[in-house]
T-cell receptor, first 118, second 114 residues
Framework: AQKVTQAQTEISVVEKEDVTLDCVYETRDTTYYLFWYKQPPSGELVFLIRRNSFDEQNEISGRYSWNFQKSTSSFNFTITASQVVDSAVYFCARPLRSRGSTLGRLYFGRGTQLTVWP | NAGVTQTPKFRVLKTGQSMTLLCAQDMNHEYMYWYRQDPGMGLRLIHYSVGEGTTAKGEVPDGYNVSRLKKQNFLLGLESAAPSQTSVYFC?????????????FGSGTQLSVL
């Protein structure tokens, strides 16, 4: 599988700080998708975003933003003004195959444990 | 709004025992998946199904079998459990294709094999 690397195993910040979670991916494809999922302490993973390789514009959703850069094969995730409720494990992922297959067949990075202290 | 429901939530097995994990979804999703999560690892795909009566192997299928007799259910079986199968198992489902193809996950099953 073409890998997804999340080099940061754990990050701790104090509430209201900004924090960026890194994701570096490998690909031999010209067209591909990337995902971020959140796993809160309850355990159930929640979809955050899907990005395709055609669109390099940054995405913003409230306090969350994503920076997609093909030149560095990175798809980083920033939380602005972090809150305690943001504490979770965050996974970056990509499909096991880019063509002719369901996008639910994902290769996940190892995840980054984010802890936000009050 | 049940979503994706997994049973049981916890289970302890002895080596060599068998068991079945049940996943049920009420969103009329075509696709269903079984993942396992081990400490310090991302999730890894075991098996998946793109429709009733169809199943396919994922990244780590050895030691597991699956069945999808009904669209809403996806069963994961361990015929002869091994300690290496100690893990948290997640079921997920999704619509088929397009912008809706994001995964909805269950809350997981913690399985320990002694």
């Amino acid at each position: 599988a073409q890998k997804v690397t999340q080099a940061q195993t754990e990050i701790s910040v104090v509430e209201k700080e900004d924090v960026t979670l890194d994701c570096v991916y490998e690909t031999r494809d010209t067209t591909y998708y990337l995902f971020w999922y959140k796993q809160p302490p309850s355990g159930e993973l929640v979809f955050l975003i899907r990005r395709n390789s055609f669109d390099e514009q940054n995405e913003i959703s409230g306090r969350y933003s994503w920076n997609f850069q093909k030149s560095t094969s990175s798809f980083n995730f920033t939380i602005t003004a972090s809150q305690v409720v943001d504490s979770a494990v965050y996974f970056c992922a990509r499909p096991l195959r880019s063509r002719g297959s369901t996008l639910g067949r994902l290769y996940f990075g190892r995840g980054t444990q984010l802890t936000v202290w009050p | 709004n049940a979503g994706v429901t997994q049973t049981p939530k916890f289970r302890v097995l002895k080596t060599g025992q068998s068991m079945t994990l049940l996943c049920a979804q009420d969103m009329n999703h075509e696709y269903m998946y079984w993942y396992r999560q081990d400490p310090g690892m991302g999730l890894r795909l075991i098996h998946y199904s793109v429709g009733e009566g169809t199943t396919a192997k994922g990244e780590v299928p050895d030691g597991y079998n699956v069945s999808r007799l009904k669209k809403q259910n996806f069963l994961l079986g361990l015929e002869s459990a091994a300690p290496s199968q100690t893990s948290v198992y997640f079921c997920a489902s999704s619509y088929a294709g397009g912008d809706n193809e994001k995964l909805f996950f269950g809350s997981g099953t913690q399985l320990s094999v002694l």
